[in-house]
């Protein structure tokens, strides 16, 4: 699709928030801009969700999860919606894909291939699990000399806020509303304000898809005002949350509140481990593609690259002759390789980490600036010689910035990686089998790739521990995360 085209579709997606059944706000006069990251022309202007939206959208939820008519609908009822959900989504896949390029930046060619295949393989998935919540039936010895049988049902945890970041808010979204629908639970989904966009344009799937009134709703708005008020709402049993630890930090202590349960998934700084009998050629593909897909804003961004001292500068090299193939440009261009960051602040952010690899002494292989044209670019960076001490290589910059570190022995390179605050992923790059399952044992992250970058599949659960966030998202883990495991005993 070409930029005119999806310029037109972002000015046709619905602006405003969805609950209950209808579209609109009742109270809120506050509205916000989505700006284009490239041409940082304003897109839409999106009605935010004030504190009267939110408290009516999460009464709503919690009426359709009791005794509402989403309460009522089996197990195989909620597979046909989201099923439903995913044949829609397919079938636009185009439109979405579009948009996602325009309201990210990111090049045509990441959604087509990655997001939106995810977040439909996503929707089919947990309609797949949705006649599969079973519980357990448990032995137990019997209750004062009677027998007894004890078994386990899984209910729905109730009302789940999703709050979602702008780097891939579609298949995010996925991740967080399809396990929580499936698992029974009543969804608000509060996009980001950066790219809400194709969430928007979601609801609007969801809702032809034919849920019942108050089980889905979308909630734009900036996440001081419109997160905050959601996290803070008594009625929300749930939340699931993608971004930053900081504001991580602030939803873990409006959840505290009501001992309410939490699902965070907060970033990374995934080191990438590069050994010396591995295929460099194929290593130093997946690692340029680990730091500089999507511009580096992703959570398992590969931001450490960890390499054998026997083969540091041979990797060195193959790694700037890939980032000089990289072709920064609009996101529509057939040749580009790479888009623009989301925002200004987020460039300028950016711009203060190459700045501080710079002052601390690493070594600026390559990038660094930032082209003169109008948009958020950031030239793909290379910092070689650096440390794990180094401010570059201990924060999540969420930018195409590597940050190449050598290592002597295999020790070394498990204790660099698990030298971190978060630990969210790792890839381990080598041609020994047995290498590969050792160091992928001994590192501390939530999802270890040997020889590929970041697999995604909703089977496979995602998240992390430590700064990186607790609790996982998909796969049966996402079901356990949004149900509640209820213990019956009867004494015969
Ligand atoms: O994130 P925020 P920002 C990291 C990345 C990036 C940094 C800052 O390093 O540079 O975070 O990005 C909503 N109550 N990640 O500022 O603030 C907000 O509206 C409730 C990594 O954009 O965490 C948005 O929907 N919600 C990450 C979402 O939180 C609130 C992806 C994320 O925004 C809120 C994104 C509040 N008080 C950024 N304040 C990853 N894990 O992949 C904000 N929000």
């Known amino acids: 699709m070409a930029r005119a085209e999806a310029e037109r579709l972002a000015k046709s997606v619905p602006r405003e928030p969805y609950y209950a059944g209808r579209w609109g706000v009742v109270r809120s006069a506050a509205a916000f801009d989505v700006v284009d990251p490239v041409t940082e022309r304003c897109l839409a202007t999106v009605a935010e969700a004030g504190p009267v939206e939110v408290d009516e959208a999460v009464c709503a939820a919690r009426s359709a999860v009791a005794d509402g008519t989403w309460g009522r609908i089996d197990g195989a009822g909620r597979g046909r919606l989201l099923n439903r959900v995913a044949d829609l989504l397919e079938a636009r896949s185009e439109e979405f894909a579009a948009l996602e390029s325009l309201d990210v930046g990111k090049p045509w060619f990441e959604p087509h291939a990655i997001d939106l295949p995810q977040a439909v393989r996503t929707f089919r998935h947990f309609a ?37 970041p702008w780097n891939s808010p579609t298949m995010i979204a996925a991740w967080k509303v399809a396990p929580a629908l499936a698992a029974g639970c009543a969804v608000i989904l509060k996009p980001p304000e950066d790219a809400p966009l194709t969430s928007l344009l979601l609801a609007s799937l969801i809702e032809e898809a034919g849920f019942p009134l108050g089980a889905f709703g979308v909630l734009p708005g900036r996440g001081p005002v419109t997160g905050q008020l959601l996290v803070d709402h008594p009625g929300v049993d749930k939340i699931t949350f993608t971004g930053s630890p900081e504001t991580g930090h602030k939803v873990a202590v409006a959840a505290a509140s009501g001992f309410r349960r939490t699902t965070l998934e907060l970033g990374g700084k995934s080191p990438q481990i590069v050994f010396a009998d591995a295929d460099l050629d194929a290593a130093a593909d997946g690692v340029a593609v680990g730091i500089f897909a999507n511009q580096g804003e992703v959570c398992a961004a590969g931001s450490r690259i960890l390499v054998a001292r026997a083969v540091y500068e041979d990797i060195v090299k193959r790694l700037v002759t890939r980032a000089h193939s990289v072709r920064l440009g609009d996101p529509f261009d057939d040749g580009t390789t790479m888009g623009a960051l989301i925002s200004a602040r987020h460039r300028d952010r950016v711009s203060r980490y190459i700045a501080a690899g710079l002052a601390e002494g690493a070594r600026l292989v ?3 600036g930032q ?95 430590r700064l990186s966030g607790h609790g996982r998202d998909l796969g049966w883990a996402g079901i356990e995360a949004n149900t509640e495991e209820k213990t019956v005993t009867v004494v015969l």
């Not at 290379?382 to 201990?394: G, P, Q, S, V, Y």
């Not at 381990?428 to 992250?445: F, L, N, P, Q, Y």
Request: hydrophobic share 45%.
């Open 371 to 465: 082209p003169r044209r109008a948009g958020y670019f950031v030239e793909p960076t290379l910092f070689a010689d650096a440390t794990n001490a180094m401010t570059i290589a201990r924060e999540e910059i969420f930018g195409p910035v590597g940050t190449i570190i050598a290592f002597d022995s295999d020790d070394e390179a498990v204790a660099i990686a698990n030298d971190c605050d978060y630990a969210l992923a790792a890839t381990v790059w080598t041609s020994d089998i047995s290498r590969a399952h050792t160091v992928a044992g001994k590192i501390r992250a939530g999802a270890v790739a040997v020889n590929g970058w970041s697999p995604l599949d909703p089977a496979l659960p995602w998240g992390g521990c």
């Open 366 to 368: 390559t990038g660094g």
């Open 128 to 164: 797949g699990w949705a006649d599969k919540v079973t519980g357990r039936s448990i032995p137990t010895p019997g209750y004062m000399g009677r027998a007894t049988v004890s078994y386990t049902v899984r209910e729905p945890a109730g009302v789940v806020a999703a709050i979602t």
